[in-house]
């Protein structure tokens, strides 16, 4: 009998009759001879709407209390599940992340996984049952309070569930048929990516590719776990997130593709630090400061001073959802490193091109940077990895960038297969 871990995102539980549709293919994967935990997300934009709803109450909510909110989102969908489950004649149980043993660090908002301990999931799998549980939460191991894992980790919870669990497979169920060339819903002519290495998902995860979060390619990568991304409103084949394909048993991966995607992320603001005088110590203060805040930040660039002033800029970008805190914490340092203002652009995106084959292609930067300039995009901030090229682009050119910099790489498929299900998109 095989033990199978099945992730429903928000889209795919949308409402009532999107829920029933997932419970009977829950019940199908039991009816072949499996065993089965499924992690779900809160319904539709339910997560979206909770942050929403807590902004009009107070803009800098308090972040236990925030955390106490979104994890609702999650509760009232695996309850909601369980029941039409029932409602087939089969046993589910639903489990919150803190009662399904995901224990974290204290972090609210973005708390990390420490350990693992599904006693009660086992159980509920040895008593027939379909386990249930909450995506995206945990307790916190020091603080005993309920966390969250950052938006989008519902699939972290599944891809760690999975491997404490040991499962075969983690499938996580979507509303696209599973990783594309680029996001299905900016270009159509997107291509299916059969299978992918760990390697290149992560670099397209951490670019803003958001059918997969981050952590949880991660933690597959570490665990050498399976993972299956594929839509829960077909059944097609989705895209294999795997390293060593069973049909390849010595590793000798077939020649890869030169180019695997181009991701885009709109979750971005940059903050400029201007006139920050150019001296030994200024940009480790700044930077202590932000890290202090428990902020990440992603791209950095440091303007030559100006010979007259000897003071330079210094741009980097952050999650928008970090801006206020960054802000405040920046102006509490002002006179300390001496610079002269401070500058919050949120209207900004950033396009990402990533494949392993980079390595050894030269002229891919060359390619990347006359796509966008045919498309009349203008870089803002450049940055690299041995496998990516990145820029920053104003938010409204993001698109057209995509689509430019996909079929300047010979990307666009010739006949449309890349179908948006569901969900909108935020
Ligand atoms: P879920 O609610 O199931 O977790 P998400 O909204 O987090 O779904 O992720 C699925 C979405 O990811 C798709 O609807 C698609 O718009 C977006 N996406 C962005 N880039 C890609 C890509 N390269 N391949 C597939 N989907 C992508
Ligand atoms: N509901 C959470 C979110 O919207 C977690 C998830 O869907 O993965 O971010
Ligand atoms: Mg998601």
Known sequence: MGLVVQKYGGSSVADAESIKRVARRIVDTTKGGNQVVVVVSAMGDTTDDLRDLAQQV???PPARELDMLLTAGERISMALLAMAIHDL??????????QAGVITDSVHGKARIIDITPGRIRQALDDGAIAIVAGFQGVSQDTKEITTLGRGASDTTAVALAAALGADVCEIYTDVDGVFTADPRIVPSARRIARITSEEMLEMAACGTKVLHLRCVEYARRYQMPVHVRSSFSTREG???IDTPPDDKDGQTMEQAIISGVSHDRSEAKITVVGVPDLPGKAA???QAVARAEINIDMIVQNVSAAATALTDVSFTLPKTDGVIAMSTLEGIKDAVGFQSLQYDDQIGKVSLVGAGMRTHPGVSATFFEALADAGVNIEMISTSEIRISVVTRAADVD????AVHTAFGLD?????????GGTGR
């Open 58 to 60: 107070s803009p800098l």
């Open 413 to 421: 498929a010739e006949e449309t297969e890349a179908v948006v299900y």
């Open 285 to 287: 203060a700044i930077f």
């Open 400 to 403: 057209a960038a995509v689509r």
């Open 239 to 241: 895209t294999w997130v």
């Open 89 to 98: 004649g089969h046993t589910a149980r639903s489990y919150t992340g803190s």
